[in-house]
């Protein structure tokens, strides 16, 4: 069976922080997105990676990074965060080649103080 | 800019009804569109998609109306089930280039008994 998971369902950081949330996925795929969702404005892409050490922006990508340093882990990092970066984060993985199927990890809260 | 506009952003049905939902889109390079189920506390999984060389997809009660000509595909659910509350987003994609998702901003459906 498919599996995404995230590190945290939920999250309280600090103005200024830095913040890691990491992505795990166990179905060898290459492809792998982070969202952000918040109401009224649907699931936005943030980052994505189609392999190893490989990223590219979305479209929402100012104040993020992200990092890929093996195929099934991909992790989203905010270097100073702020309080409009109050979100639902949402990581999915794709078999690239194969269908264009998501699959979603069930998400992580952050609050961001 | 919203590529995928979605409406309504929420929706009361009455149990047994027909639930729908509807998405337009702009970008004519477009040629795969999904749907998308959320349950609360869960991320998004895929419900049931279609590309643009077919007008109907039917799943079970689920059907996708796709209308090439008006830029339009819509989401129908037959005999809705309280089981059915849940948040909807459809989504498109686009062949070429990098295969990015483009999420509407998503139905928040509520069946009531």
Redesign the interface.
Known sequence: DVK?TQSSRYLVKRTGEKVFLECVQDMDHENMFW?RQDP??????IY?SYDVKMK?K?DIPEGYSVSREKKERFSLILESASTNQTSMY?C?SRNQGGS????????TRLTVT | QQQVKQSPQSLIVQKGGISIINCAYENTAFDYFPWYQQFPGKGPALLIAIRPDVSEKKEGRFTISFNKSAKQFSLHIMDSQPGDSATYFCAALSNFGNEKLTFGTGTRLTIIP
């Open positions: 995404v969202y009224g404005l649907g699931l936005r892409l994505f590219e979305g949402l999915a264009y199927e998501q699959y979603f990890g069930p998400g």
